[in-house]
């Protein structure tokens, strides 16, 4: 199986797919992120789709749901609230999956614009090193509707899709190198 590396090879990922564009190529990207945009495009028009991993301080709350709603914060609008999906336990760490969805707030609207906004998130709660890892996957949506991740509709396959390789990103996600966290 191949990877990805970030942050120098000391943590790796499932390779991702060749349409995924590493940003550090194009602007400066903070130490303690890796970003990827991968551009889909439809009928509707092409949006960019954002992967970011981010090396974050741990938060104190115990709980999972409450440790994620603090890191949002800085993420998304103050009404959108995270979504549990699923604990996935991997070489003993658990990977908690959920997701946010909300209508994006526009001064003006234009055109093609995205009538929502799905980010799918995975928190990775690295205990020994005090560091919460937080994997976002914002999509961008032409359509407006409720998301199912049980339902048939084409816009939850497609989100569905999505959490599918989504998931193996974040189950994936491996530390290859401790001594990156000092």
């Excluded at 199986?1 to 995924?20: D, Q, R």
């Excluded at 104190?60 to 890191?71: I, K, R, V, W």
């Excluded at 799905?118 to 949506?141: A, F, G, H, S």
Aim: aromatic fraction near 10%.
């Amino acid at each position: 199986m191949t990877y990805t590396e970030l942050y120098g090879g000391a943590i790796t990922i499932e390779k991702l797919p060749s349409t995924f564009i590493d940003v550090s190529h194009i602007r400066q990207v903070p130490d303690t992120q890796e970003v990827f945009i991968n551009q889909t495009t439809e009928a509707s028009g092409s949006f960019d789709q954002s992967l970011i991993i981010d090396l974050l301080e741990k938060v104190d709350p115990l709980g999972y749901e409450e440790a994620m709603q603090l890191h949002l914060l800085d993420i998304v609008p103050d009404h959108v609230h995270n979504q549990p999906l699923e604990v996935v336990e991997s070489d003993s760490i658990d990977r908690y999956f959920s997701y946010v969805a909300f209508k994006p707030e526009y001064k003006k609207v234009e055109p093609g614009s995205p009538k929502q906004i799905i980010t799918l998130l995975c928190l990775i709660r690295l205990d020994k090193v005090d560091t919460d890892v937080v994997i976002q996957y914002i999509i961008p949506l032409h359509e407006a509707g409720k998301i199912d991740f049980n339902g048939y509709s084409e816009l939850d396959e497609k989100v569905k899709d999505a959490y599918s390789l989504f998931k193996e990103i974040g189950t994936s996600f491996t530390v290859q190198d401790w001594n990156l966290f000092g």
